[in-house]
């Protein structure tokens, strides 16, 4: 008896913070038929939006795959002056409101920050450009590479690198034939959620962005803006998509923390 | 050479927007911004929602994960995948969903758009995830024996899960709770399009933005400062009930 009352009590909490509200966003969408929806996502303002989302991500996730694969390895495998030093920055973008990051963002950049004065005097802008947002979405999404990569490198240990280093390989050939195939997923994992945070970012871009219909939005800001001028069919559309999106950011997270599981038990030594 | 650039890159890309924002707030205006009533009663309800939505979450995040856990439903793997929903989704796609359902329009003639209540659905939805995925690994290793061995001994089920589950969970618990409110502490996006900009709905991250867009960066800083002190205590007592379950544990 109490199990069903827990279980259906439970799912009945799902149903109504997350199905019926995701599923109603769809509902409203398709609401008039599909053709209002396809002339909302085709327009001039909505597809600049999204080519704006695309361009900051492909931008910042490879920054930050980079960046997070060879800090991790740093962090695991060589010795860092102040660890946790290194580790408290690392963790610093998940600990922030994403508009505190966008203000810190705006602060340095501006024309009295420290980095602006500089800028602005050699007449190149940043702040309110999509290099600051830019900037800003790189800022959030550090974290997710480095942390993914970190408890899997300590846990696979160093034996087959060293083993690859007797056998003569140099220490770059040890890194891209056996560390990295051995934490791929933990890679590819963290890059899906590095994909997710950037293409949905808002509150931090949202402050160092012009915030001009056409030009400076993203996809996620143009939402904001669609819900502020009553185009709620705009606003539904682009909402719809980006939380399609998400769905199949959603599986791949699914699909691949299942090959991540597998993987560390195949490699991991138990304890 | 390595571990230089690795520190130059995190200096210059987190250490120094973050000590500009310190030293922006560093004005002679700091305690008067943040001892204005209009700040103290914004943070007094920023502190009061986020605490909320982490004792909500607490209780619903630990049921979940025994119902994931311990429970089996057909279905079950999806409602399990579901759970990553508020991670994947953008939080403005959060905002205008929860809109959808509980806005002007509700379909279920609920409208909360423009109340406290709504801000604190906006923050249950995009923190439901952090006490179920952190309870979940922690009950999954629990040996049964020793609640069989409690039921035999005629404790009801309830006795059970009061005095042998709940002690084993609570560490968990605890840290999943301090996540959410430390991610409902600076939420912006989920909870703009719901909360209606009103006055008594205002929360820091929102006076920190409108205090931007007015042009008072130094008062946005005060602010900002303040949310940022709270959420590094929060992952200090995180980093301590860590350390502490794993010397009960080693």
């Given at each position: 008896m109490a199990r069903y009352a827990l279980r259906y009590g439970v799912l009945g909490y799902l149903a109504l913070l997350l199905v019926l509200p995701v599923g109603m966003v769809g509902y409203r969408t398709f609401q008039h038929g599909a053709s209002p929806v396809w002339h909302a996502l085709s327009n001039h303002d909505a597809t600049q939006a999204l080519k704006l989302s695309l361009l900051i991500t492909v931008i910042a996730v490879p920054i930050n795959v980079v960046f997070g694969v060879f800090t991790g390895w740093l962090l695991a495998r060589r010795k860092m002056p102040l660890p946790w030093l290194v580790n408290a920055l690392i963790n610093l973008p998940f600990a922030m409101s994403p508009v505190v990051v966008g203000l810190a963002v705006f602060v340095l950049y501006s024309r009295t920050g420290w980095i602006g004065t500089y800028l602005f005097a050699h007449g190149?802008?940043?702040?309110?450009t999509w290099k600051a947002m830019t900037i800003a979405t790189i800022f959030v999404s550090l974290p997710f590479v480095v942390r993914e990569v970190v408890p899997v490198l300590e846990e696979i240990g160093t034996e087959q690198e060293q083993a690859a280093a007797v056998l003569g390989a140099s220490p770059l050939q040890a890194f891209f034939r056996v560390t990295l195939p051995a934490i791929r997923w933990a890679v590819v994992y963290g890059t899906i959620l590095t994909v997710a945070r950037s293409l949905g970012e808002y509150g931090a871009v949202n402050i160092v962005?012009?915030?001009?219909?056409?030009?400076?939005?993203t996809l996620p800001l143009y939402v904001n803006n669609r819900v502020g001028q009553l185009d709620p069919t705009a606003a539904y559309s682009a909402g719809l998509l980006l939380a399609v999106i998400s769905l199949l950011i959603l599986t791949g997270m699914t699909a691949f923390s299942g090959r991540r599981n597998t993987q560390q038990l195949e490699t991991g030594a138990p304890k | 050479m390595g571990p230089g650039i690795a520190m130059l890159y995190l200096s210059l890309l987190v250490g120094l927007p973050v000590a500009a924002v310190v030293s922006q707030s560093a004005h002679h205006s700091f305690w008067a911004t943040i001892t204005a009533s209009h700040t103290v009663s914004v943070l007094e309800f920023t502190i009061g929602v986020a605490l909320a939505a982490a004792a909500v979450d607490a209780v619903t995040g630990v049921a979940l994960a025994w119902v994931l856990v311990r429970d089996d439903f057909p279905g079950k793997r999806v409602v399990n995948a579901l759970i990553d929903l508020p991670f994947a989704l953008p939080t403005i796609v959060a905002g205008l969903v929860l809109l959808s359902l509980y806005?002007?329009?509700s379909p279920l003639g609920i409208d909360v758009a423009g109340t406290r209540v709504a801000v604190l659905f906006a923050l249950l939805f995009v923190t439901l995830p952090f006490v179920t995925r952190a309870v979940q690994p922690v009950l999954l290793t629990l040996e049964r024996d020793v609640e069989d061995a409690a039921a035999c001994l005629g404790a009801k089920p309830w006795t059970v899960f009061r005095r042998i589950i709940l002690p084993a969970i609570m560490p968990a618990t605890l840290t999943g709770a301090s996540l959410a409110f430390a991610r409902a502490l600076g939420e912006f996006g989920s909870v703009v399009l719901i909360s209606g900009n009103l006055p008594h709905t205002e929360i820091a991250s929102q006076v920190i933005f409108q205090d931007v867009e007015n042009g008072a960066p130094q008062s946005a800083a005060a602010i900002g400062v303040v949310l940022l002190a709270m959420a590094l205590v929060v992952f200090l007592l995180i980093a301590v009930l860590t350390r502490r379950t794993a010397s009960r544990h080693g």
């Open positions: 190149i802008p940043v702040l309110f962005s012009s915030n001009i219909v056409g030009q400076s939005l | 806005g002007p329009a």
